[in-house]
């Protein structure tokens, strides 16, 4: 059974920083796509980054590109998410998700991943 787990979430003030982990366990095949999304209260849910761990390819949404970093620790089976220079507006639940393939033109779709992790929040406030 695949299980992930988010750990990482906090208080931080604006321009501050934060990096999230997503361990996996239970996962048989070699290559996995995770992805980080995020739902603030009344939103919908919204693909943050993810990662395609066979390759090494990342995507971003424009929301946080230059200030999120995603990336991956084969040896660890974890994928991290780290924030820098957050705002108000990142304030959110943030969750993983992963799944054995996702279309790259997909990867912020929310369906296109089977798997999910409890989520993690994050607040940024002064």
């Known amino acids: 059974q695949v299980q992930l787990v988010e750990s990482g979430g906090g208080s931080v003030q604006p321009g501050g920083s934060l990096r999230l982990s997503c361990a996996v366990s239970?996962?048989?095949?070699?290559?996995?796509?995770m992805g980080w999304f995020r739902q603030a209260p009344g939103k919908e849910r919204e693909g943050v980054a993810a990662i395609f761990t066979g390759s090494g390819n990342t995507y971003y949404a424009d929301s946080v590109k230059g200030r999120f970093t995603i990336s991956q620790d084969n040896a660890n089976n974890t994928v991290y998410l780290q924030m820098s220079s957050l705002k108000a507006e990142d304030t959110a639940m943030y969750y993983c998700?992963?799944?054995?393939?996702?279309?790259?033109?997909?990867?912020?779709?929310?369906?296109?991943?089977?798997?999910w992790g409890q989520g993690t929040q994050v607040t940024v406030s002064s």
């Open positions: 998700a992963a799944d054995s393939w996702v279309p790259p033109m997909g990867w912020a779709v929310p369906s296109r991943y089977n798997y």
């Open positions: 239970g996962y048989t095949y070699s290559t996995i796509y």
